[in-house]
């Protein structure tokens, strides 16, 4: 039987006290959970956050820095103590770890994707449990992951998990204010319920994600036929009860949709921010791409080409009234997709299998 493959996202405010130092205790819980699963066969893979908060709390800094050295230095020093700790804790359970650092550029190439999926695959296929964490050390303000939400999005959809666990410190998504006391846990939420007037936009105390990322990466993710969870990190057994009461406990479970989206759309659907340039349709090619069939974009349903880019890079998809449509693999350079603006007969510029619309 195919091993079940979770990914488990464990945020700031789980891992951290009050005052901003690495909660042992809670994370000595988390690891027993964690290593019970293992030991009963699920495949898993650990987002981790934390770096930034134990590195704060390690140091007493005489000379004032900004924000991106800050964040640097803590996460230099932080990264360190939190595998550290990890492990030490796993290792008392005879478990083997391995520290996967990354920034969302290495998500950009295909190429480098797929070196990051191989080396959690092999960690996996040998029993070893990947923490993943970004590299804040390097990774720049407009290149970084909006939050480790985010991140752990894209690993779940890289890593093709059948779950995703988001830890927080509250119990799920709630149908109101989370302090008001007639507020309610929404025990699911499926793709066309609307329920974004609920969700808080105020972040956590120690992350950088919110409610509001949480659950746009959730639905994007349960799009692609991956069931989401948001549950509470801080509560007794949460993982465990998560995956083997998972209907008597309290959570958000987004339902995955039955849709089989291939590794490369999945790889796609993330790539949004790489784009190297944009392709503006006509009306009649908007309607076919969006329509309910699968097609491919054709040169006769262009426009306009704008940016400079080269075949297999990706590019945006605008529609007529200048809309983003989504996004795609091209199959020529832009020089090449240029030449063929209008004509008919041609092969696709971006070939269905390629192409992932919003
Ligand atoms: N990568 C950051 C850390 O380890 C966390 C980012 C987030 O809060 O989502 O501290």
């Known amino acids: ?52 908060a134990s590195g704060r709390s390690e140091l007493n800094l005489n000379k004032k820095l900004d924000s991106v050295e800050q964040r640097q230095l803590f996460s230099a020093v932080g990264q360190a103590k939190l595998i550290n700790r990890y492990y030490e804790l796993f290792r008392e359970h005879g478990i083997s770890v391995g520290q996967v650092l990354t920034t969302k550029e290495n998500f950009g190439t295909r190429r480098h ?35 480790n939400d985010e991140l752990s999005g894209m690993i779940a959809s890289m890593m093709n998990v059948q779950k995703l666990i988001i830890l927080s410190n509250i119990d799920g998504i709630y149908n109101g204010s989370p302090s008001d006391k007639d507020s309610k846990v929404i025990p699911t939420i499926s793709k066309d319920d609307y329920i974004d007037t609920y969700i808080q936009a105020s972040k956590s105390t120690f992350g950088r994600g919110g409610m509001l990322t949480k659950t746009t990466i959730a639905r994007k993710i349960a799009e692609e036929g991956i069931e989401v969870i948001i549950a509470n990190g801080t509560k007794e057994d949460i993982l465990i009860k998560l995956c083997t009461q998972p209907h008597s406990t309290i959570c958000t479970r987004f339902i995955p949709s039955n849709s ?12 949004e921010g790489f784009a190297k340039g944009a392709i503006y349709i006509n009306e009649n090619a908007e309607k076919a791409l969006c329509g309910a069939n699968a097609v491919s974009l054709l040169p006769i349903g262009v426009e306009r080409i704008e940016g400079d880019f080269e075949k297999d890079d990706i590019v945006q998809i ?41």
């Open 260 to 271: 089989n989206v291939s590794s490369v759309k999945k790889w796609i659907a993330h790539s």
């Open 113 to 147: 994707y797929l070196n990051q999926r191989n080396c959690m695959r092999v960690m996996l296929e040998n029993n070893v449990i990947p923490i993943v964490n970004e590299n804040d050390t390097i990774s720049v303000s407009e290149l970084m992951f909006t939050d």
């Open 1 to 52: 039987m195919k091993q079940k493959r979770i990914a488990i996202k464990i945020g700031s405010n789980v891992l951290t006290r009050a005052n901003g130092t690495l909660d042992v205790t809670r994370m000595s819980a988390l690891v027993d959970q964690l290593a019970f699963l293992h030991k009963q066969g699920f495949q898993l893979v650990v987002i981790s956050s934390g770096a930034v």
């Open 318 to 358: 605008i529609g007529h009234e200048h809309t983003l449509l989504g996004v795609g693999k091209t199959q020529l350079d832009s020089e090449k997709a240029r030449n063929l603006i209008g004509k008919k007969g041609q092969k696709p510029i971006i070939h269905y299998d390629y192409l992932y619309l919003e």
